[in-house]
Structures are given as C-alpha cells and as structure tokens.
C-alpha cells in the first residue's frame, strides 16, 4: 500500500525521528486519511494504519486524539490496536466513547482496563451495548454507585449468581438501584425474594408499578413468600399451595382458567394462594377476608383481576364447600352485585388491604 507515504512524504522518518509536532500533524493527517476510506480497506491496510497510527497517535494534541476516539468508536473495522491504546488512556474523554461503543475491543482488554482504571472508565464500560459476566463481575466488584446502577439497569448486561448477590446487597441501601435490578428479565426468583425482603414497602409499591406484566406477577408471588413461605391461619397450611401456584407462575400457566379448576375442585388453599399471588394482597389477610361471612371479597379480589362471572361463581361455590348449596336467589344476586362492581372501587379496597 503507497497511500501513506504518497500523503505524507518521509511517513518512515517522521515516525522514527520526527518532533512531536510532526508526528502529531501525520497523527491527524493519517487520521483522517484511514476514516474517509475506512469502507473500502482491506484488512491489510488497516493492519498498516494500525502499526504506523499506534506510533503517532500519542503524539497527538488532547482534542485531536477525542475527535478520533469518538470516531473510531463505531466502526467494526476500525484499527484493533490502536483502539486498544485509546481505550487505556487515562483521560477519559479519550477512553469513553470507544470503551463505550467500539466493537473490536477484546473482552480480555476490557477486562484488564476495569481492574485497573477509576470510575470514569468503569462507567464506559457499563453503558456497552453488551456485557459479559467476566466484566460484569468486576464492575459490580469495583464500580461506584453510579457505575452499579448504570450497569444493572442495561438490558445487554450479564451477571454472574456471585454479582447478583452482590448487587442485591447494595440495594438495601439504594431505592433506584432497587428498581432498576428488580425490573431485569433475567433475575432469579430467588434474589428478587432477597431484593423485596430488604427493600421498605414504598419501594416494592413502585417496583410494581414500572415492571413488566410478567414481572409483577414474580413480585407478587416472591412478597406472599416473604411474608409467610408456611402461612398458617386457623389450621390452615398454605405451603403447598403456594409452591403449585408458583410453579404455575413460572410455567405462563397462572391465569384464570387454572383459578376456575382449582375453584371447581374445591381446593380452597390454592384459590387463596392464586388470588393472593394475582392481586399482591397478603394471604392472611385474604384468608380471613374470604373465609368470613360475606362473598364480597371474592367479588372485590376477582373485579381487580378482571375474571368472568362463571369463575366468580364458582369461587363463592367452593367458598361454601361441596356439601352446600347457595340460594339461586342468593347468586343471583351476587352476580348483579359484581357486575355493578366499579373496577376502579374493587381496586381501592384491594390496596386498602394491601396497606392493612
């Protein structure tokens, strides 16, 4: 390849013996040269910028070397090397954008760079598209509060069980790193147990709010298990219900046709324990409410889930048990009281119960 030289005569010399002036005009110079045509280069000619570039980039003024780091950071093919060189430099608004964005840095940089360099850099990293758990792993170990809630709220993140933990732990101490690992699809049932257990109610309130569907659904099951795994009210032993309706939870199956067959089979613990889990109320609570001597709750509970009057039924019919029979004048008269039922009143009594 004669593009360099043709450029800019006397390349060999300049590199070797030239005044750090030179060397930094040929810096700026080849610089730009390899990103006008950067599309076009082989991998031998890039291999050719990246020996002579890594000689005088260095060389190089603060800005010019921040103009092209933010403009090698993007590209797939950009000069291996010499991104390695921009991304440990200490000045982080030369080291960011390509410890940011760049493609071609190895993992094994990477990993190296994040034990050894501060907070800025470590923040860089944390906002890459994607993340390892080898980096993960020091970044948790490693980073600020701000590098922890920037890398626990990237959706491209991995973590190991050991950083999970790790991360967990901090947010005891950390509302909005709370939230942020607690909407994270990837999170273990059994650290988003630990996450709830160690964060105060006006945190699991909103972590309800701004998680996903299938997320809220996790958080409600994980608080019935923090507040009683065995849950025992007036002889009642809910432990068993509570493991079928979790495993019904995490197989997509919980919804209101396995509620309807619980209901139908007169299996009052796993109703309780699949209501309870559905609405986020506790299931002591739901248990007195339901075994007392109104249907009302069932109708409250069941409006806020948005069941069908057949399922409703058939709860108030399991609540009596199968060696009772209601009134016909008596459900009748419970279907139009649930149909005349606000959803939006249903729910205020639901989060009234929740507070109790």
């Not at 991104?83 to 430099?89: I, P, T």
């Not at 800025?120 to 890459?128: F, I, P, S, T």
């Not at 495993?247 to 796993?270: C, S, T």
């Not at 739901?286 to 069941?307: E, H, V």
Request: include cysteine; charge should be positive; aromatic fraction near 4%.
């Amino acid at each position: 390849m004669t593009t360099a030289p043709a450029l800019i005569p006397e390349l060999d010399d300049i590199v070797r013996r030239g005044d750090p002036k030179r060397r930094a005009e040929a810096a700026r110079r080849l610089g730009e040269l390899f990103l006008q045509g950067a599309a076009g280069f082989r991998p031998d000619h890039i291999d050719l910028f990246d020996g002579v570039l890594t000689s005088l980039v260095p060389h190089a003024e603060l800005a010019a070397r921040i103009d092209l780091a933010e403009r090698l950071a993007p590209l797939a093919n950009a000069p291996r090397h010499l991104v390695g060189q921009l991304a440990r430099e200490d000045e982080v608004a030369i080291a960011g954008p390509v410890l940011r964005h760049s493609p071609v840095i190895d993992e094994k940089v990477l990993v190296e760079i994040a034990n050894a360099k501060g907070q800025g850099h470590l923040l860089a990293m944390a906002e890459r598209s994607k993340l390892s758990t080898a980096l993960t792993d020091v970044i948790v170990r490693r980073g600020d509060r701000d590098v922890i809630r920037s890398a626990a709220g990237n959706a491209g993140a991995a973590f190991s069980d050991a950083s999970f933990t790790t991360l967990v732990r901090r947010a005891g101490q950390d509302g909005v790193l709370t939230l942020r690992i607690g909407r994270r699809d990837d999170l273990p049932p059994v650290h988003l147990k630990s996450l709830l257990a160690g964060s105060i109610d006006v945190i699991r309130r909103r972590l309800q709010i701004v998680a996903k569907p299938e997320r809220q659904a996790e958080i409600k099951l994980a608080l019935t298990e923090i507040e009683g795994v065995v849950a025992q009210v007036e002889g009642r032993d809910f432990a068993a219900a509570q493991r079928t309706i979790l495993a019904l939870h995490r197989a997509g199956e919980l919804n209101e046709a396995a509620v309807a067959g619980f209901a139908k089979a007169f299996k009052y613990e796993e109703c309780v324990a699949a209501l309870a889990a559905l609405t986020g109320v506790k299931i002591v609570t739901l248990d007195r409410l339901i075994s007392g001597d109104r249907y009302d709750p069932i109708l409250i509970a069941s409006k806020t889930i948005g069941f069908e009057w057949p399922t409703v039924r058939a709860l108030i019919l399991m609540r009596l048990g199968p060696n009772r029979v209601p009134s016909p004048a008596d459900i009748e008269g419970a279907r139009v009281n649930f149909v005349r039922l606000m959803p939006s009143t249903a729910q205020r009594v639901v989060d009234f119960w929740k507070s109790r």
